[in-house]
Nanobody, 123 residues
Framework: VQLQASGGGLMQPGGSLRLSCAASGRTSSSYDMGWFRQVPGKEREFVAG????????VYAEPVKGRFTISRDNVNDTVYLQMNNLKSEDTAVYYC?????????????????WGQGTLVTVSS
């Protein structure tokens, strides 16, 4: 499975961005998907996850109520809608695929990673 993340950019605090993760590969829709982010010098952290069918989602506490993960299995794309952005959301965002939903929060359990897209929140 190959993953291509896009949609990052510069946004003012309080603004919104939508990240996309396009997946290719015959079995891509059977994977559970996650978004992670990383700030230089810090560990990568889990942001949100969605199971293969789209019926279950989980979020990290800092983004609950502001971010929404969704997926379109017809077009093999996963989205991360980010609202009410804060400066602390500034990071490189990565999408990733796993077959282990019970470990969706844990990066080492993921099999495939996209290349990352930079989100900068600044006035």
């Amino acid at each position: 499975v190959q993953l291509q993340a896009s949609g990052g950019g510069l946004m003012q605090p309080g603004g919104s961005l939508r990240l996309s993760c396009a997946a290719s590969g015959r079995t891509s829709s059977s994977y559970d998907m996650g978004w992670f982010r990383q700030v230089p010098g810090k560990e990568r952290e889990f942001v949100a996850g969605i199971d293969w069918g789209g019926g279950n989602t989980v979020y990290a506490e800092p983004v609950k109520g502001r971010f929404t993960i969704s997926r379109d299995n017809v077009n093999d794309t996963v989205y991360l809608q980010m609202n009410n952005l804060k400066s602390e959301d500034t990071a490189v965002y990565y999408c990733a695929a796993t077959r282990q939903w019970r470990y969706v929060r844990f990066g080492p359990r993921y099999d495939h990673w996209g290349q990352g897209t930079l989100v900068t929140v600044s006035s």
